[in-house]
């Protein structure tokens, strides 16, 4: 049917709304085919009416669930359908951000949404040979190589996302989709997560991924030029994180803990009996230890 309304629409120089409606009219379809875009022009029509006066993100909402699109993404198997379903999420959350210039004053704001889209598409792209980063999903990645790769928010709660830890099922999913961001670094392969985020509007504190502690110890490097949270115990004066204090410690030094495990000093603070050590623990997060009691092996 898509097929015989695009050879309408060029034959006779129409859009592809106008050559559904010359294709009902001329009764060119069959009746299954004909009953199912004359649904299909309907429910637009409606959702036309019942959206004009709505906000672009509410329009974008409603036709995505009234039209069905969500349901069957619901119902789709896989990460396939979940994958689909962020990217209808992702389109809400970007036409609710969207916000008018001067020069969209004379355009429909679903039209000033899409000419934007169009042109922030072809922008942000490097030219050819030119020093830059590809920004991509792990989904979009897959089958591709490159000599240097970031993986950003390897977090639990979101790499692996909250959904997956819930769902037993999925967390396997995701292990699997780790992979293939890791397999894709030729040479090079930095992980990153954040100590503290926004999110949703909130304040949350993740812990490391699990898949950083699955790898295989020799492979990985903890690395922590400086702290990015502070919270000094005595009055000394902000700046650095101290390479060295009077415990002997030292930053980048590697630990053993007992409860914890080994890990790294990524901050030092404080002097004394006072002396506090910031440790990035394998599958354990950062802790703040006082050095007098953390009773800390050297590895």
């Known amino acids: 049917t898509v097929d015989v309304v695009r050879e309408t629409s060029h034959d006779r120089q129409l859009t592809l709304w106008q050559a559904c409606r010359e294709l009902l009219k001329d009764k060119v379809l069959a009746g299954r085919a004909a009953s199912a875009l004359q649904r299909f022009m309907e429910l637009i029509d409606a959702l036309a009416q019942e959206t004009a006066d709505m906000p672009l993100h509410v329009q974008t909402d409603r036709v995505i669930k009234d039209s069905g699109l969500r349901m069957m993404y619901e119902q789709e198997k896989g990460e396939k359908g979940q994958t689909r379903i962020e990217n209808l999420e992702e389109l809400v959350t970007a036409t609710r951000q969207f916000s008018y210039n001067e020069e ?10 899409l000419s934007h889209a169009a042109l922030e598409a072809g922008e942000g792209q490097a030219d050819t040979w030119q020093d830059a980063v590809q920004l991509m999903t792990l989904h979009s990645a897959k089958g591709l190589e490159f000599p240097q790769v970031f993986i950003v928010g390897v977090e639990e709660g979101m790499f692996p996302s909250q959904m997956a830890l819930d769902e037993g099922g999925r967390l396997e999913e995701e292990r699997r ?20 985020r926004r999110l949703y509007g909130k304040e949350v504190y993740h812990r490391p991924s699990r898949f950083i502690g699955e790898l295989p110890e020799s492979c990985v490097e903890e690395v922590r030029l400086r702290a990015t949270v502070s919270r000094p115990v005595s009055h000394q004066r902000m700046g650095k994180p101290m390479a060295e204090n009077d415990t002997g410690y030292k930053l980048g030094q590697r630990v053993r803990h007992a409860k914890f495990g080994e890990g790294t000093i990524v901050n030092l603070e404080g002097s004394g009996e006072h002396s506090r050590l910031q440790v990035a623990f394998q599958g354990q997060g950062i802790k703040w230890l006082v050095a007098a009691y953390a009773r800390l092996e050297t590895v």
């Open 177 to 196: 989709l780790a992979y293939v961001g890791v397999t894709r670094a030729m040479q090079k392969l930095t992980l990153t997560y954040a100590e503290t």
């Open 104 to 113: 969209d004053e004379d355009l429909m704001p679903l039209q000033a949404f």
